[in-house]
Nanobody, 123 residues
Framework: QVQLVESGGGLVEPGGSLRLSCTAS????????WAWYRQAPGKQREVIAS???????NYADSVRGRFTISRGIPDNKVYLQTDSLKPEDTAVYYC?????????????????WGQGTQVTVSS
């Protein structure tokens, strides 16, 4: 299967920026779809950005124009550039990936979540 590890979170002042990274590792796999979610205290986890293998991207209204999702080279990494951060962006940010992994002579679909990285926007 595939393990996802996020990094890049931290404390930033309003108006500041952070670049979150997510790295996939594991046995033979082919990544198909990435997404970033976030969960603020007392709220449900919400999807904020996604990107497919065709590089088609989609954003939640709350982050469109301020956040940018991109895939790395090699393609086992995905990034979330967060700009013009606001206090309401404070949350734990999670990486999510859909992939096919090689098992018993064929590729099977699966998905994984990262452990999350804390982003705090405060003066």
């Amino acid at each position: 299967q595939v393990q996802l590890v996020e990094s890049g979170g931290g404390l930033v002042e309003p108006g500041g920026s952070l670049r979150l990274s997510c790295t996939a590792s594991g046995s033979t796999f082919v990544l198909r779809f990435w997404a970033w979610y976030r969960q603020a205290p007392g709220k449900q986890r919400e999807v904020i950005a996604s990107i497919g293998n065709d590089d088609y991207t989609n954003y939640a209204d709350s982050v469109r124009g301020r956040f940018t999702i991109s895939r790395g080279i090699p393609d086992n990494k995905v990034y979330l550039q967060t700009d013009s951060l606001k206090p309401e962006d404070t949350a734990v940010y999670y990486c999510y990936a859909e992939f096919q992994y090689f098992t018993r002579g064929h590729y099977a679909p699966s998905s994984s979540w990262g452990q999350g990285t804390q982003v705090t926007v405060s003066s």
